[in-house]
């Protein structure tokens, strides 16, 4: 098996791209999945340690705008220029390094193969060979790579016909990239320099050639079949199915269409067209597919799946300065034209060509969209902090992508967003960061996801390219919707329909369709394993993921009961919020584990179909594997049981006392606890260390989250402890800055210490000015204060550890926190959080 898998991993390298993919990454171990014969990739073969890599990165320098060619023009009016490190997390966080406007759909970067690292999931990494210059990507992603495609590539032959396209051509860097928001620069070994910027659906290349001597000319190769591949997991690599390209008859521009199918999320199709022009005509075409070259054949359709085509534009041999504008849709009829349109609504006539205008024009997006909404005085405040803070929310405004209007994929008068990756790992904080500081954005998501569930029956939990695929447990957007409708986001949404859509999920089975990670339901959409839950009350071990399942479960249902309560339909709210506690039904009293270290029991614990608890392959601080065909995902046992905030007394009950609470929560760290049961790159456990609101110990939450904060995240292309997730971790961090983080779906917010002496949030759509202020942050230059002495909201002191989304966020006005040097128990016998919510 591990030999055709090899075998496989080959096929794809060569039969999908150009042509072989030279020096690849190999497999060096797999595993089978024990359920369904799948293999699992472990690893790849590295011929450079951690330690190497990291260094490669810190001899980058993308984090000097004022060195930069537009540094001096842009930085002292776009102050947060200098304090976003687009760099940040592309070392294990797959982080996006490219240009981007806030959600917008273009998202243009390098592509790059033989990468030491492994497969590029955002396009980019540090070392390897680019292959092209695309207008397609996803940030800070799991799974496999998306997209890449659309792409240029620049090279220098003595002519087109001269240009090798038997074999991959790609090129090394010859110094290391250097980028800003909204800028990036790539040198490449053949002595090419190419800066790129973009907006929502276009993106401009500037090139410059150095001066060419006898036969050698300037050339631009467009790649129609060029895209990312994974070559670690290849089981879920995307394959080029069909495309075309023409040239027009000036040798001016060229429009075409390229449709791709399989990746992680869905094996359809998707298909994008484009529209591309040069700012000077190229003086000679050349066609290529399948390794064979047409010179002055100015149009090329593949002609069987899998086939390489493209075209070869030849310049004059004095041009050194060229530039390229490439628009791109999704729209199913008439795409070229509509790719046209959006490159003209994107840069108007007079600044086609203009990269000096399109990094501006794109800065100023993310000026109004997002960083004119934070006000800080960064003179004041630790360098690190600050740097964390704006590298957060940049990394929260990357993903979903708008689509809205003639790029979604059915006529619709509502918005439309895609690339959802994934909500799982998004609604716990994402999501209720958006609803604060881009409200507008928050609502149009909401009725997107009402939309999908309008044409496409249920709302997705992962979707791109159009394709909806993916669950990893519930039907987590009921969770996006209660969060959006309990904080009253109400902007042109819906709400009868949007609790029909949520409906759907809760009482409807969905179609199976048939995943090979796990056969036993389907993981398209809705909830895989909804007739276990409604015949029984759980889910058992007849399905993949039945603890997480059941938990999550739990939490839709209490989604449900939130909008129905408040839509007053008492009946139903009712009917959901006993559901809700049904996860009541695999929290096991007698559960104990085989590592003595932990001398407690009592936890949740899978269940076979008899209703037996099932002992084979279970300890509450094992997972086994954490993935598709296990108990639970991306979490331990020991994680899940925490993860009920809407029946948290109950939970307490069974855990018997306040004590033995606040050990669990110790054990569950390092800080002090034998180990990290948690891992923090995963989100099952983003809301944990702030559960100690419950014992009224606040001070071990400001005091483990400081930790979590000050170790787990960094700064620079190793600042994430994980994959971004879509900017789900750069949200969690985000709100532990702020000094207060939210329960999902509910009108409350769990407190902690803020970070940072002053922060003022404004200009929000439909959310008022919000100060937050921290006295006596600093005991001295060296020292910031952790604990919390008492907090004051708009003048009224405190007598909890929580707040509710009205007490600061309906009206605005001021949350202060008084800090102190010391531990205070400043929350005993204070009133904990809340059973009931604000509906």
Not at 167 to 185: E, L, N, T
Not at 249 to 255: E, F, I, V
Not at 486 to 503: L, R
């Amino acid at each position: 098996m591990l030999k055709l898998m090899l075998l496989l991993s080959i096929w794809i390298q060569t039969s999908h791209c150009l042509v072989i993919v030279r020096d690849a990454p190999v497999v060096d171990s797999m595993a089978l999945d024990d359920d369904h014969n799948v293999p699992r990739f472990k690893h790849y073969q590295r011929d450079q340690s951690e330690a190497e890599i990291a260094a490669l990165y810190n001899s980058w320098d993308g984090l000097k705008p004022a060195e930069t060619r537009f540094g001096d023009v842009f930085s002292s009016k776009y102050q947060f220029l200098d304090k976003v490190d687009v760099f940040y997390g592309t070392l294990g966080g797959h982080m996006f390094p490219g240009t981007a406007v806030p959600f917008g759909m273009c998202r243009m970067g390098v592509d790059v193969i033989n990468s030491k690292r492994g497969d590029a999931y955002s396009g980019f990494q540090p070392d390897g060979s680019i292959v092209g210059i695309s207008m397609l990507h996803e940030s800070g992603t799991g799974g496999a790579p998306t997209y890449g495609a659309v792409s240029q590539l620049p090279m220098i032959a003595s002519g087109s016909n001269a240009v090798d396209v038997t074999q991959q051509i790609s090129f090394q860097r010859k110094v290391p990239d250097v980028a800003h928001v909204g800028y990036y620069k790539v040198e490449l070994s053949n002595n090419i320099s190419v800066e790129f910027s973009s907006k929502e659906r276009s993106g401009l290349y500037e090139y410059t050639f150095p001066t060419l001597q006898g036969d050698d000319k300037p050339i631009i190769m467009v790649n129609v079949s060029q895209h990312l591949h994974s070559f670690g997991r290849p089981w879920w690599t995307q394959n080029f199915k069909s495309g075309h390209i023409t040239a027009s008859s000036d040798l001016k521009s060229y429009r075409g269409k390229v449709t791709i199918d399989g990746g992680w999320t869905d094996k359809g199709e998707w298909t994008v067209s484009f529209y591309g022009e040069f700012s000077k005509r190229a003086r000679r075409v050349t066609s290529f597919r399948n390794g064979r070259k047409i010179p002055f054949l100015r149009r090329m359709n593949s002609l069987t799946d899998g086939s390489d085509l493209g075209l070869l534009f030849e310049f004059d041999q004095d041009t050194t300065l060229l530039q390229s504008h490439v628009g791109i849709s999704f729209k199913k009829n008439e795409g070229v034209k509509a790719a046209k349109q959006n490159s003209l609504n994107d840069y108007p006539e007079g600044s086609r060509f203009n990269l000096t205008w399109s990094v501006e024009s794109s800065l100023e997006a993310w000026n109004k969209q997002l960083f004119q909404k934070v006000e800080v005085n960064t003179d004041d405040e630790d360098p690190l902090i600050v740097s964390k803070l704006y590298n957060s929310l940049y990394g929260t405004h990357l993903m979903p992508s708008n689509k809205s209007g003639e790029d979604a994929p059915w006529e619709t008068g509502e918005p439309y967003y895609d690339d959802w990756f994934t909500i799982w790992d998004t609604f716990r904080c994402l999501h209720p960061l958006i609803n604060i500081v881009s409200q507008d954005h928050g609502a149009a998501m909401v009725r997107s996801l009402i939309d999908i569930w309008e044409k496409e029956g249920f709302m997705p939990d992962g979707r791109s390219g159009d394709r909806s695929g993916r669950t990893q447990g519930g039907s987590n957007s009921d969770i996006v919707l209660a969060d959006a409708f309990i904080k009253n986001v109400k902007e042109g949404i819906d709400w009868e329909k949007g609790f029909q859509a949520m409906s759907t999920n809760a009482e409807v089975e969905p179609p199976y369709i048939e995943d090979p990670m796990a056969r036993d339901s389907t993981n398209k959409f809705g909830r895989g394993a909804l007739k276990e839950w409604l015949q029984l009350g759980y889910v058992t071990r007849k399905y993949s993921r039945s603890v997480t399942r059941t938990m999550e479960y739990s939490y839709n249902d209490f989604a449900l009961y939130i909008v129905a309560k408040g839509l007053g339909k008492t009946e139903l709210a009712q009917r959901y919020l006993q559901r809700s506690k049904n996860w009541r039904n695999i929290w096991n009293p007698e559960a104990v584990s085989a590592n003595t270290k932990y001398n407690y029991k009592g936890f949740v614990q899978p269940k076979n179909t008899d209703g037996t608890f099932a002992t084979e392959r279970y300890d509450p601080f094992s997972c086994f594997g954490c993935y598709w065909a296990d108990d639970e995902y991306e979490g331990k046992p020991v994680e899940y049981g925490w993860t009920v905030p809407f029946d948290m007394q109950e939970l307490q009950k069974y855990i018997g006392s306040d004590a033995m609470f606040e050990k669990r929560l110790d054990d569950m760290y390092a800080l002090h606890g034998h180990e990290n049961l948690v891992n923090i790159g995963n989100e099952p456990s983003f809301l944990t260390p702030y559960l100690y609101a419950y014992i009224n110990r606040q001070d071990k939450t400001s005091e483990l989250v400081d930790w979590i904060v000050n170790t787990k995240f960094k700064t620079g292309p190793g600042g994430l402890p994980g994959n971004s997730d879509a900017g789900a971790m750069q949200a969690w961090l985000t709100f532990a800055l702020m000094g207060f983080y939210p329960i999902a779906g509910t009108d409350m917010y769990l407190l902690t210490s803020p970070k940072l002496n002053y922060l003022k949030l404004k200009n929000m759509p439909n959310v008022p000015e919000v100060e937050i202020v921290a006295h006596n942050l600093y005991s001295d230059d060296h020292t910031r204060n952790i604990f919390i002495q008492k907090v004051v909201i708009n003048g009224q002191e405190l007598s909890r550890n929580w707040f509710r989304h009205s007490d600061l966020f309906e009206k605005g006005g001021k949350i202060e926190y008084f800090m102190s040097e010391t531990a205070l128990n400043w929350d005993t016998g204070k009133e904990s959080p809340p059973k009931e919510f604000n509906v």
